[in-house]
């Protein structure tokens, strides 16, 4: 059987809406009020004006930003803003900026952050192979670093804060590619929250950086033109041709959330109950599936787990696979299984998961 | 008359093939030999490896290219390569870099040059306005500069070189953004050609980049990951979540060019036949069509003019948008009329334009 759509549970890029890739696909021919291929528009026409204005504004509603936050769609993935946050906010700097390194994501922001000034570690999850975060009291929180910075939700280990962290005092920098607009998410206690789309929003090739007013009063000025969030802001994220498909895409979601789905509070109940939906059939397996992630941090969008029996994951996912599942294997740097249940999987796909999950149990137990 | 995607003079984003729109129609619901929607497609996929592959050996072999060249599907346009190209070879460096400034695009990369290290613009044309491109003799090239930087085609004022510029035993570093693989183009005589991908050859949202092995051999090691060719290299542009979909309707528009063109040179004649028919028309209109570029300098990828009487420009616009056209207002930094006729526009439109044209002359001119 050929993977389905509806059962796409991969790490990323991930599963669209179907009423949006029914919409793309139209477009690709002709967008109706233009006429035109959606990717033979120009992107310095009022089309594509009014199509980034609308993301942004979209945005800044879903998450009830105020007029001191800018909504920029960047390129470059997560991996860029890795840079672009220690270029802006970090170079020259005496103090360092704090660091959370909670699994494998949060890891790949630190060589990068380094290159560009001081940073301080606070909180490793590494010698305990990432499968729980920190409380408060486990957080030297400095008053004098430039930031804190710290990933939302770990996509490889399935771990998720449901929290925020840090002082009010500190700018709190957030990496929330894989859970961004999953859930309300108390914006506005960050300065800068960076998500590629890849995951819950769109297609890989646009970023979404939101990023508040005053954080920036002290950048500096010699930085490339793309990479000074200014200069990105100045330009309404049109300083140069921007990725138009990805953002378009992007637009699509967003309309999908706000008028679909009724906002983040009716997608995190969603979301709630499909993760619950997973993690009941884990731990109601007797031991035959065993979550990586301790209970209290599981995250709502990856579910990570392995066998109890190694030999069977091999046969597990091709039988996954077999039945139309897709993307089940785990990051490669963690082996095991992972159902990636972003904000365009169904519950009905999970309960299609875990009634496959319990039919392999009942058939391999016996 | 809403414009046709078969009419769209766009500068960029630009036409595409009606056979490649086609097929990514299809695919925005189902990748055939995968299943599942193009958008939703692991980058680690053995089926994007292949894809980000295929669309590698096809630009070498098009390009004629030996193993000693890098074929790279970068995020950022032309104009991260505006920084990445001085990042790499010019940082710390003595002797200044030649930049040529032969119009609005070279302009746009030197102080982005600038903040990375010494450059020496070696001719400009801006004084005379941009509408002719220098001889071999009126370039001052030194043996001692890191590189030779230049823009092969000007998108905005329409000149383009007929011939490679520079020195052997200096590293040519060329912007064809707006011409690569429209001909031949001697590409082993440069250490470097970077173009993005929404003029000829997809949609916005990638950057090809052809690179020398030996280019790099001293490059820096203390870059972003993201900014490090080399990186880049090795990860065969899947570093991070690469573009997916601009990189694969790329290898959509590559196999275009192969199999149905049949490679660069018969590109390159149904090219010059298209600009033919656009100059011929100009030359022939008694004056009544002024072109902008002197004539031994004029693109066969933009034809840019005005009208004797600048007072019919806007009445010429209107009437061309109402007769299905799409794109002919110049660059909103030198005005006129441009048609801009990639790869994917058609010598039947081509036809259609021109027959405008005159039309509009004749009841204009009575």
Known sequence: MKPQNSLNFSGGPGALPESVLLQVQQDILEVPEV?????GISHRSDWFAAVIKETEDNIRSLLGLGADYHVLLLQGGATQQFSMVPMTLLRGKKHPAQYLHTGYWSGKALPQARLEGPIDVIWSGEASGFRHLPDDSELALSPDAPYLHYVS????????????????DVPRICDMSSDFLSRPCEAE???LIYAHAQKNIGPAGVTVVVVKDDLLKDAPTN??????????IQAHSNLNTPPVFAIYVTLLVTRWLKHDVGGLAQMDQINQAKAALLYQTIDQSGGFYVGHAATPNRSLMNVAFTLRDPELEKRFLAQAQAAGFYGLAGHRALGGIRASIYNALSVSAVQTLTAFMQDFQHRTSH
């Open 35 to 39: 006429g035109l291929s959606l990717l």
């Open 153 to 168: 939700n770990e996509t490889v280990e399935g771990l998720q804060f449901n929290r925020v962290l840090g002082r009010d």
């Open 189 to 191: 206690r960050f300065a």
């Open 223 to 232: 930085l490339p033109a793309f990479l000074d969030y200014r200069q990105q």
